[in-house]
């Protein structure tokens, strides 16, 4: 009964999540065509037309894969679930392992292969189609392929070994294994931001020291104004992937380094992107990054306590279509991770506004804190310019930039910052 239930609830959630998706696409879409034959009002005198229009067809274009890719990922999580996928993923391996950690191990290993395959033909097309239509595919085929290798052999040289401990826990360690489980994931993403900027990136990209002494020293003096130590500044040679641009800091404690796109530089001005930088430091100072890590540790802990609850009930592997142990004895802890991993996002994505609305708030407070450090109008300057390289839109549909934006959008961020500098 129970089972049968869950089944129910599963798919009309997945019904749910489905229908909204689709209905906030259109909407946007709708919305942006509607708006493409004119520069918004505010904007009129800074970006062309055909800017604009770029943007829109960008926008509309992305938004329409996504509806595909939506379409088909629904198609393959039933496949997977209420199909009988995982069932047969999880008998094969039996035959090959033949239990044990070794069976746990290899089905999490099988499954994230075979999830693979599935989305490499979309990421294939979004690299050298979409983003080659529109002029911002920068990356060969050999890269493409090159990257491929490398983030298989790093997650599985980084992502096996943190499994298995968390297999390891929830086998052996009782009732309160999520709770150990929790320590060593909180743990895990504090060394990932230590070890991300010095080990993991540079198996991506080229990170030179930035060479321009007077863009240095203006940054070196922003930074000693707001209180903020860094590592060192790096350029990062994003031009060999992208045409986008962007610049962040990255890492934790004494290891924090500033990183600016190539292609950013190279469209700035010194006093933009001095702005721009301001605007990220803000995020540091105004202590948002240690709030969204606080928050991602207290919803990891409600989230693995809820696992350690469903993966001791029977209705949670049939409701999905899987027979929860295949030999009695037999944990089938990984089958529990996966199930978990592929039904959460059904069950919360209605929450996804929150996260926005947090997201959107910590933007509009960033660009407060830069436009009191630099000129707002050196801000509004650069943001113009990086949202007409970007092909950002200018006029998405309110409610699908309420729903899955996590910037404000352009015109009420500018229009805030205009504020700032108002007589």
Do not use: C
Request: cysteine-free; hydrophobic content about 50%; proline content about 4%.
């Amino acid at each position: 009964m129970y089972s049968h239930a869950f089944s129910i609830l599963f798919v009309s959630f997945l019904a749910l999540t489905l229908l909204v998706r689709f209905w906030l696409a259109s909407r946007h879409i709708r919305h942006v065509l509607s708006h493409r034959a004119a520069v918004p009002a505010e904007f009129a005198e800074k970006i062309p037309l055909a800017a604009h229009q770029k943007a829109a067809d960008y926008t509309v274009a992305k938004t329409k894969f996504g509806m595909l890719t939506m379409l088909v990922n629904t198609a393959i999580l039933i496949g997977f679930t209420l199909l009988g996928g995982l069932q047969w993923l999880s008998v094969e391996v039996y035959k090959l392992s033949g239990g044990g950690m070794g069976y746990q191990l290899g089905l999490i290993v099988a499954f994230a292969l075979l999830s693979g395959l599935l989305e490499l033909p979309f990421d294939y097309y979004r690299q050298f189609n979409l983003e080659q239509d529109f002029g911002f595919n920068k990356m060969s085929k050999a890269l493409f392929l090159k990257d491929l290798l490398t983030n298989t052999v790093v997650g599985a040289a980084i992502g096996l070994p943190l499994v298995w401990v968390v297999l390891t826990l929830m086998e052996k360690s009782g009732e309160l294994w999520w709770l150990y489980a929790w320590f060593v994931w909180s743990g895990f993403q504090l060394l990932m931001m230590v070890l991300f900027p010095t080990v993991i990136a540079p198996l991506f990209n080229k990170f030179t020291p930035l060479a321009d002494e007077s863009l240095k020293s203006r940054i070196e003096g922003l930074m000693q104004r707001v209180g903020f130590a860094s590592k060192g500044l790096f350029v990062m040679d994003g031009s060999k992937r992208s045409a986008h641009g962007n610049a962040y800091f990255s890492g934790f404690g004494a290891n924090k380094r500033i990183v600016f796109f190539d292609t950013l530089l190279s469209r700035l001005a010194p006093q933009e992107i001095e702005a721009v930088l301001a605007h990220e430091l803000g995020h540091f100072k105004l202590k948002h990054i240690i709030k969204r890590i606080a928050m991602m540790f207290a919803v990891s802990l409600a989230f693995l306590a809820l696992l350690g609850f469903l993966k001791n009930q029977v209705w949670f592997f049939t409701g999905l279509g899987v027979a929860p142990l295949i030999v009695p004895g037999q944990s089938n802890d990984g089958m529990a991770l996966i199930l978990f991993m592929l039904t959460l996002p059904v069950f919360t994505f209605l929450f996804g506004p929150l996260t926005s609305l947090s997201s959107r708030k910590h933007e509009f407070e960033a660009d407060a804190f830069a436009a009191h450090h630099t000129d707002a109008r050196d801000l509004v300057s650069a943001l113009v310019k990086m949202y007409e390289d970007n092909a950002s839109t200018l006029t998405p549909d309110p409610l699908h930039s309420a729903f899955y934006d996590s910037h404000p959008p352009a015109s009420v961020r500018i229009r805030q910052l205009n504020l700032a500098v108002a007589p």
